[in-house]
């Protein structure tokens, strides 16, 4: 049979497809996708020749999970439709949530305002015109408990997007949930803790790369001991990606981030398998529709083979690439906006196409401002469109046996794979990131990306062709965008609470609290490798948060013990 | 009169999102301009002080968190205090349309949207720049 094939293919060729050639040429001498990766005429059963059904795609649920994550996948439960949001105070985002758990939402999503991200409390100086810009001003355990007044944490599930100060916003939600009467047991959802990737996407780190590794270790040690339905980190190459990396590079970092947090957490002499199960992961989804589907059947794939490998890990799952994905911001036009919406379609059905658990869709006035209700709505409709309509959910992973996507996915794969070894020989990701190997990789792709948009070698409809008349591509046109986003009295109203927090509560014991925190950082000098004989400190975080010590001044301190981290910068 | 224009491409405010301010400055570089970054994260007065140490002809500003509103006048206005109102400032990242006639009006002089090409901003550059250099 394969003989029969290759002969015959053999004979297509000299017979039909060279007469074709000579007379009408192809659109393009060479086909690639983003990643680089050569893309061939025509894919035959000779592409997949190597593929082993049993070793290399499985069942659902099994290893190597390449099929999905669950056996039933979308017949049993549709993914969970995400969609980041919030901005303001506390107060204005505690009605927003209880409007959406009245329309049927059971998970939140928190996204922060960038002081709370970086460590300032909303009166430092850095945090002017930012306050409550981004997502929410969180400065105290009082702003907390507003947040989160009549929602029941027990019920919920609330993903946080926070970063270096992680332990210090999670130890705030444990705080409310013990206020509100709630065993730690049953608090689930997600922090993204994920720190390393800030220094090579992001941008909001705080201390260097080791401290902030300790701090992540300490979240998901914690998390492991105390909140068994929590998901401590969310490892992340959405960011990354956005920030200018391919497919493979976004696949590649992501993994080996997370391989570095295992290794973190080993060296406080935890078996991988007592929290590997509970990590879980966040990837971006652009427009190459095969490309983005095989990536993620190549990150599971690959996931799973490391953890078995690398850590002989027993629990399946251990092995289990969850994700969470969003559609790409940086794909979106702010050129004939409208396109978005199928550029956003696109990618959302790839992401179901690739077995996400859960998915925000990303709205088509996002290139623009903050976006509109209107375009949201349009956004949550395109996943409920692709859910109910277009009967893609109705069987598992529907696309597995084709040969372009098997033999696409086992070269993402692989190419990531070599990445992963390279960033091994550099001495592991934390070594990779401190001499900007990673940095620098990004950097390039983005440029050489922009490159090809400007000379036409990659076509953005309606930016680089089939522009309209300019009178009618006016970015903005018909679009109504908030001015300035969000009300700058909130920083007014936040300084004065914060203020009169900062004469209310009891100053000494904040003070003890605060020293408390320093003298367990150093119990030992840190040094490389060395998370394994620190002090973790979210005992000494949950009991300076509990009396209000703010999250500035928390970071403070542990600003003068880490040290600030300063990017090199080289263009 | 020296020969190269130089640039300084600087990011006010507290968002990370540098993709757009790195890929300018290497255009920009590449087109054989002198540029300095400064990197993520500056205060208005780090920027201004580098502007005017480094004596450069202009100055880009990039920025995605919306804190333009607030920190772009103030940019501006050091910049006037320091004798630094020569200089040409443009801007880019999300700059939502309302917002970009004031900006206009107290001194930014372009605010380049998501899709400009590194090409359109070289040419606005080098444009304004030679005309002001005729002028002197």
Not at chain 2, 29 to 36: K, S
Not at chain 2, 69 to 77: A, C, G, S, T, W
């Given at each position: 049979m394969k003989q029969k094939i290759k002969k015959e293919k053999k004979n297509w060729e000299e017979k039909v497809l060279k007469k074709i050639l000579e007379k009408r040429p192809e659109r393009k001498k060479h086909f690639e996708n983003y990643s680089k990766i050569k893309i061939e005429r025509l894919y035959t059963p000779e592409d997949i020749e190597g593929l082993d059904y049993l070793k290399d795609l499985g069942f659902p649920g099994n290893f190597p999970f390449t099929r999905g994550v669950q056996p039933t996948m979308y017949r049993g439960r549709l993914w969970t439709m995400r969609q980041y949001a919030g901005m303001g105070d506390a107060e204005e985002s505690n009605k927003r949530y209880k409007y959406l758990l009245k329309q049927g939402q059971t998970g939140l999503s928190v996204a922060f305002d960038l002081p709370t991200q970086i460590g300032y409390d909303s009166d430092h100086q850095l945090a002017i015109g930012e306050v409550g810009r981004v997502g929410v001003a969180i400065d105290s355990l009082q702003d907390m408990e507003v947040l989160f007044k009549g929602v029941p944490l027990d019920r919920v599930s609330t993903s946080m997007t926070i970063n270096s100060p992680c332990a210090i916003l999670l130890a705030m939600y444990i705080a409310v949930a013990e206020k509100q009467g709630i065993n730690l047991s049953k608090l689930s959802g997600t922090t993204q803790n994920d720190s390393l990737k800030e220094y090579i996407a992001r941008g909001t780190y705080i201390f260097p790369p080791l401290p902030s590794l300790r701090l992540t270790t300490d979240v998901n040690e914690y998390a492991s001991k105390h909140l068994p339905k929590w998901n401590p980190i969310s490892i992340s190459g959405y960011h990354i990606r956005e920030a200018g990396a391919t497919a493979v590079q976004e696949l590649a970092f992501t993994l080996a981030n997370g391989l570095a947090y295992v290794e973190a957490l080993k060296m406080r002499n935890l078996k991988p398998d007592d929290f590997a199960p509970r990590f879980s992961f966040f990837f971006a989804v652009h427009n190459n529709f095969f490309e983005e589907i095989a990536k993620f059947r190549a990150a599971r794939r690959l996931w799973a083979r490391?953890?078995?490998e690398r850590f002989q890990v027993q629990n399946p799952k251990s092995m289990m690439l969850r994700f969470h994905a969003q559609t790409g911001g940086s794909t979106l036009t702010a050129q004939q906006p409208d396109n978005n919406i199928a550029r956003v379609t696109l990618q959302a059905l790839a992401a179901v196409l690739g077995g996400t658990q859960s998915l925000h869709t990303n709205s088509r006035d996002e290139a623009l401002a903050l976006p509109s209700e209107d375009s949201v709505q349009i956004a949550l409709r395109t996943q409920q469109i692709i859910a109910y309509e277009s009967g893609v959910s109705d069987t598992v992973d529907p696309l597995a046996g084709s040969y372009y996507l098997e033999s696409l996915t086992d070269q993402m794969e692989k190419e990531a794979l070599t990445y992963i070894k390279r960033i091994d020989d550099l001495g592991g990701m934390l070594a990779a990131i401190e001499k900007g190997f990673i940095q620098r990789e990004i950097q390039n792709s983005a440029y050489i990306h922009q490159k090809k948009i400007e000379k036409k070698e990659e076509v953005v409809v309606g930016l680089n062709r089939f522009q309209s008349d300019p009178a009618f591509s006016a970015p903005q046109k018909n679009h109504e965008v908030r001015k300035g986003g969000v009300d700058s009295k909130i920083e007014e109203r936040q300084k004065r609470?914060?203020?009169?927090?900062?004469?209310?509560?009891?100053?000494?014991?904040?003070k003890k609290a605060l020293n408390n925190i320093k003298k367990a950082i150093h119990p030992t000098p840190l040094q490389r490798g060395g998370v394994h004989n620190q002090?973790?400190?979210m005992p000494v975080i949950l009991e300076a948060v509990g009396v209000y010590a703010t999250v500035g001044e928390i970071c403070d301190i542990l600003r003068q013990e880490f040290g600030e981290y300063r990017e090199s910068v080289s263009i | 009169m020296r020969k190269?224009?130089?640039?300084?491409?600087?990011?006010?405010?507290?968002?990370?999102?540098?993709?757009?301010?790195?890929?300018?400055?290497?255009?920009?570089?590449?087109?054989?301009?002198?540029?300095?970054?400064?990197?993520?994260?500056?205060?208005?007065?780090?920027i201004v002080n580098t502007a005017i140490q480094e004596d450069v002809d202009c100055l880009g500003l990039s920025i995605l968190s919306g804190a333009h509103?607030?920190?772009?006048?103030?940019?501006?206005?050091l910049l006037?205090?320091?004798?630094?109102?020569?200089?040409?400032?443009?801007?880019?990242?999300?700059?939502?349309?309302e917002d970009i006639p004031e900006l206009e009006s107290i001194g930014i002089s372009k605010i380049f949207g998501p899709g400009t090409s590194t090409q359109e901003i070289i040419d606005f550059i080098k444009t304004q720049i030679g005309a002001d250099r005729k002028r002197r």
């Open positions: 490391l953890m078995k609470r914060l203020l009169k927090l900062k004469e209310e509560r009891d100053n000494k014991k904040v002090k973790n400190l | 190269k224009i130089r640039v300084l491409i600087a990011k006010p405010g507290l968002d990370g999102h540098d993709r757009g301010a790195k890929v300018v400055a290497k255009a920009l570089r590449d087109a054989g301009m002198e540029v300095i970054y400064t990197g993520i994260r500056q205060t208005t007065e780090q509103v607030k920190l772009f006048p103030e940019i501006v206005e006037k205090k320091r004798g630094g109102e020569k200089i040409l400032i443009f801007a880019g990242g999300i700059v939502p349309s």
